[in-house]
């Protein structure tokens, strides 16, 4: 959520592990997100990536030493501390841990982290058995008490070439988890279900009809929602992009599977928010053998496929609807009209063949239509960022209904 990070305050502290040289993709990512980055590094950090990478990318200085000869060094930690709006340490050592447990503060990160109010997202990485010493869980399970948010590091091979828990989350992950420690949990508990990207529909077994659907709307809408507390469900057709974070994806083909699955799942949920783009037509019948290319072309008769979202408008019960609509032409015609038609509670629209818009792209521009009439045209933005917009606006919308009692 770029609005959450912009110009915010983040400290990132690198230890010295041989997993700090992924702090620096971390630290551009953040400066992605036109987040205010400062960069800590103990000495030992220093012996795998060089201060001058950071400072490159941060366009700040990087603090090593806390006697470094400036003449603001004597109370720069508490300056730092008061001004974060969240920490993240990548990688967390053992030795570092071991140290925010027992309180020492010995060193330019240690001496923040004791004046440090804001979150904290501490991210540990190390070899398997140094992880699992009771010693290291020990600590770890006092800095969760004391309010730290610990992300578990991944499993599998490890440098030193161990194989067990130990490597350090993947930057793109970090960025998530701290999004989602940032983020008001206004969706705790609620059930959210959402679909996404295309469906394909055989007419032999190497051929298919479909669209070029990524599904990148849809898996943005699941992760926010997961990020706010939602307990979701994505369901979603053939796509590369990866499961979100604890979020349950269900994964089809077909328009007829994704019309079963989200039949099953749709009444226990409070808000459905539809953004695959489902086939309207489907072959009237598969056949069992590749068709070979002739001489002459070949037809194939079609049929339409159910429609999904209408059947959610004649069946919803205290939900919030929301589809979404791709045009070529007369955007807003068009995108009213299906909302009316579909029994949705709000549309968001997109012209096809706009520059950085639609399928495939990371950036959308959609305008907003309400089922009373309301529009509102949003600017080019990342679809993580229409996505919250997109969740800002459904809780508006439960929120007015259950003020006029509806």
């Known amino acids: ?125 190390m070899n398997t058995h140094m ?7 020990r600590n770890l399970e006092i800095l969760r008490r004391d309010g730290y948010y610990i992300l578990e590091p991944g499993s599998g091979e490890l440098a030193c070439g161990t194989t067990g828990p130990g490597r350090l989350p993947e930057p793109e992950i970090i960025l998530d988890r701290l999004i989602s420690y940032l983020c008001p949990k206004d969706l705790k508990d609620k059930q959210v279900l959402v679909t996404a990207g295309p469906t394909q529909e055989p007419f032999d077994p190497v051929r298919f009809i479909s669209n070029p659907s990524s599904g990148k709307m849809g898996f943005s809408v699941a992760k926010a929602a997961e990020q706010r507390g939602g ?14 974070l604890n979020v349950t994806v269900i994964r089809v083909q077909t328009a007829d599977e994704m019309a079963h699955s989200v039949f099953t799942h749709m009444e226990d949920a409070q808000i459905i928010i539809k953004t695959a783009a489902v086939s309207d037509f489907k072959p009237k019948k598969e056949v069992r053998h590749k068709i070979k290319k002739g001489d002459s072309a070949i037809t194939i008769e079609t049929q339409k496929t159910q429609d999904i979202l209408k059947e959610l408008g004649r069946k919803k019960k205290n939900q919030v609807l929301v589809g979404f609509a791709a045009e070529t032409e007369k955007l807003e015609q068009n995108a009213a009209q299906k909302l009316v038609e579909k029994n949705l509670d709000m549309i968001a629209a997109n012209l096809l063949g706009n520059p950085g818009s639609g399928f495939g792209e990371d950036t959308n521009k959609v305008t907003l239509i309400y089922k009373d009439g309301r529009k509102e045209v949003l600017p080019q933005m990342t679809k993580d960022e229409i996505a919250h917009i997109l969740l800002d606006r459904i809780l508006e919308l439960g929120k007015s209904s259950r003020e006029s009692g509806d």
């Not at 700040?60 to 920490?87: C, G, K, M």
């Not at 330019?108 to 991210?123: D, H």
């Not at 992880?131 to 869980?137: C, G, H, I, M, P």
């Not at 307990?231 to 979100?244: E, F, N, R, W």
């Open 131 to 137: 992880y699992e010493n009771r010693a290291v869980q």
């Open 231 to 244: 307990k979701v469900t994505l369901i979603t057709g053939p796509s590369h992009l990866s499961d979100p």
């Open 1 to 125: 959520m770029k609005h959450l990070i912009k110009n915010k305050n983040i400290i990132i502290g690198v230890c010295g592990g041989i997993a700090a040289y992924k702090s620096v993709e971390l630290l551009r990512l953040l400066k992605k997100q036109d987040a205010n980055v400062r960069v800590i590094m103990t000495r030992n950090a220093r012996a795998f990536v060089g201060s001058l990478t950071f400072e490159a990318l941060s366009g700040q200085p990087v603090w090593t030493s806390l006697f470094e000869e400036r003449n603001d060094a004597a109370i720069r930690h508490i300056d730092w501390a008061r001004e974060a709006d969240a920490v993240v340490i990548a990688p967390a050592t053992a030795n570092m841990i071991g140290k925010l447990a027992g309180g020492i503060a010995d060193d330019a990160l240690t001496t923040v982290m004791l004046a440090v109010t804001s979150p904290v997202l501490l991210c540990p990485s």
